[in-house]
């Protein structure tokens, strides 16, 4: 099953950048000769749509505002969430990630039927800064375990 794990966000904003470290943990756990792709992305909506093409599987990893403590980690399918969504599966110029994968269907195109995301509750995500604040940067280690989980799961179906 041809997976990808993407991590959401931006490095340079405190918390937000949360996604991408957990992908970076996560791609230096896996095996040299994994079917699995990880990548770091600043993309929402038919962006993002896009670089789901031609996959069984996607993992996305992403800040959440979440009304949980900091740190706090979520894991959903995308289909669960409310389809404003939360942060960058979606933005003000374009639609929604659920959107744009009905209408990347329409037009053909083989997306994942599987799309799970895991959100780690954060407050700052708009202060410049390339570091994560503790009970974030504390709950990238258990992130990584739940989407290297994820991932043997998906690899025993």
């Known amino acids: 099953m041809k997976t990808l794990v993407v991590g959401l966000g931006n490095p340079i904003l405190g918390d937000d950048g949360v996604g991408w470290k957990v992908a970076e943990k996560v791609k230096k756990q896996l095996p040299p000769e994994t079917s699995v792709d990880v990548d770091c992305l600043s993309l929402g909506g038919i962006s993002l749509m896009e670089h789901l093409i031609g996959y069984d599987?996607?993992?996305?990893?992403?800040?959440f505002a979440l009304d949980e403590p900091l740190g706090s980690i979520l894991v959903l399918k995308l289909s669960d969430l409310p389809n404003y969504s939360a942060f960058h599966t979606t933005n003000a110029h374009d639609t929604s990630l659920q959107n744009a994968i009905k209408f990347g269907r329409a037009l053909g195109a083989p997306l994942p039927d599987d799309v799970t995301v895991v959100g780690i509750a954060t407050k700052h995500v708009y202060d410049f800064s390339e570091e994560l604040s503790p009970p974030v940067e504390e709950a990238v280690p258990q992130a990584s375990r739940i989407v290297l989980d994820l991932l043997k799961q998906t690899q025993k179906s």
């Open 57 to 63: 599987r996607a993992i996305l990893v992403d800040a």
